[in-house]
């Protein structure tokens, strides 16, 4: 496949920066550019979508089978002019420091990618050939074919880099990125600020792509990515994945999706799944919309940030009202995370100022100021639930700082899962099941099991044959 991973020595690095620079620069050229992410984030891929118009899909390879992830790359790029693909952490970190399981490293390999690794090169000159000479030898297996610099202080600077990994490595010095304050993403708890709320600026973006075109020698990136850049343009071609692309035959279901700044944290293989199996998905905003899209058979609540617009989803009493009848009527409703916090009675931030909610679990969110939880987890279904039946066993993520007040599970809402940490193999019982609704912390991928999707959408299809 023509393309490459975009790795860090370690997080924080500049790989976000990099590889938006570089997705836009071969945009710009006219190619198709399909973007990536390992792991389970969903911030950095809306930054990728944002700047090349197309979804950017994650390829976690501890949430989804080896060869899931290789079909899911395939079908994608196959698509592209160009994948990129933009790692986590450290490129060899992952799961536990003897496995390389849920890396950047793994997926390079799996996928017969090389690696363009980022290295910060601040306060540092010939010890950047020892890290990058660590680096490519560490995992022979491993192709590590170039280097970007960066936060490099000057043009002297670069070229004692670019000495020192000529002395003693293989890998091609690629370019550098200046040490400049416009080339700093805004962060906030759960990391950056994301795509939509305006986190790419006019500014960072000029300089971005002055840095790209003066320092970033993009010929040789073309050459070892296999790119033919005299290859047709389909930079402006439809998403074959889109709504418009899928061939699936249409069920007359329509699901109700909610999307805005408050709710964003969607898998798209999730939803492309549900797609392809024919149903129909509505977006609407519980943040502006005063009711749900008519003749839906159901509700996604995703994830996001509801926290920081809980004063603006309680303003919108009628649609709350609404959500919470159509719940009780037993309309299937499937929340993750921020999904959860919603249909909670309010969301209280931690000076104790409380927002209603949809008020459909007796409980309260509360925001607090370290996180709660963080890592994957093995979710077995316990009992049938919209997701699937007694037993299954899915996979997915936790990240979210804060908790419900209230045990949901001692308030007579029945627990659908038993989670198991990844990390420590700890149980604990979870997925609030009432009525037709089922909500969780965790973000599970549909692709960590084959009859998910499927589950989901027969209860969908009940709930339109009853109505």
């Not at 690095?13 to 938006?20: N, Q, S």
């Not at 050229?29 to 700047?51: A, E, N, S, W």
């Not at 799961?95 to 997926?107: F, K, N, Y």
């Not at 999904?339 to 949809?358: F, K, N, Q």
Request: glycine share 10%; charged share 25%; aromatic share 8%.
């Amino acid at each position: 496949m023509k393309g490459f991973l975009i790795a860090g020595t370690a997080s924080g690095v500049g790989k976000t920066t990099v590889a938006l620079g570089l997705m836009n620069a071969f945009r710009k050229k006219g190619l198709r550019v399909q973007p990536f992410k390992v792991g389970p984030d969903f911030i950095d891929p809306g930054y990728h979508t944002l700047v090349t118009g197309l979804p950017s899909i994650n390829l976690d390879s501890w949430m989804l089978p080896p060869a899931k992830v290789q079909e899911t790359f395939s079908r994608r790029a196959s698509q592209s002019g160009i994948a990129i693909v933009e790692g986590v952490m450290g490129l060899f970190d992952g799961l536990d420091g003897r496995s390389e399981e849920g890396s950047s490293a793994q997926v390079a390999k799996l996928l017969n990618l090389p690696v363009i690794l980022v290295v910060d090169a601040r306060a540092m000159a010939r010890s950047a050939g020892a890290i990058v000479y660590g680096f490519e030898n560490y995992d022979p297996r491993l192709n590590v074919a170039g280097i970007i610099f960066n936060r490099v202080g000057s043009p002297r600077h670069y070229e004692y880099l670019c000495e020192a990994v000529a002395d003693r490595c293989k890998a091609q010095v690629l370019g550098y990125l200046s040490r400049l304050e416009a080339l700093q993403l805004p962060e906030r708890h759960l990391g950056l600020v994301t795509a939509g709320e305006s986190g790419l600026t006019e500014n960072f973006m000029n300089s971005l792509n002055h840095e790209i075109e003066h320092n970033v020698n993009i010929n040789k990136i073309e050459i070892l990515s296999g790119v033919d850049i005299r290859s047709p343009d389909r930079s402006d071609a439809a998403d074959p994945f889109g709504p418009e692309g899928k061939k699936a035959v249409p069920l007359g279901i329509r699901l109700a999706v909610a999307r805005d700044e408050a709710f964003c944290f969607y898998y798209p293989d999730n939803l492309d799944l549900l797609l392809e199996l024919g149903v129909e998905i509505c977006h609407f905003s519980p943040m502006r919309d005063f009711s749900l899209p008519q003749n839906v058979d159901g509700i996604y609540l995703g994830g996001g940030y509801p926290e920081l617009h809980a004063e603006q989803l309680a303003v919108n009493q009628t649609l709350r009202k609404q959500i919470k009848e159509a719940a009780e009527e037993g309309l299937p409703i499937y929340a993750e995370c921020g999904g959860l916090m919603y249909l909670t009675r309010a969301i209280r931030d931690p000076e104790g100022h409380a927002y209603e909610m949809v008020g459909l679990f007796p409980t309260e969110a509360r925001m607090l100021k370290k996180r709660k939880a963080l890592g994957y987890v093995e979710v077995c279904l316990t009992r049938d639930c919209l997701l699937g039946e007694s037993g299954m066993t899915l996979r997915g993520h936790e990240y979210h700082y804060s908790e419900l007040s209230h045990d949901l599970l001692q308030e007579g809402i029945k627990g659908a899962y038993e989670l198991i940490s990844r990390r420590d193999k700890t149980t604990r019982r979870e997925g609030y099941s009432y009525r037709n609704v089922l909500a969780s912390y965790v973000h599970l991928h549909f692709g960590s099991h084959p009859k998910v999707a499927e589950s989901f959408v027969h209860h969908l299809r009940q709930w339109r044959t009853v109505r």
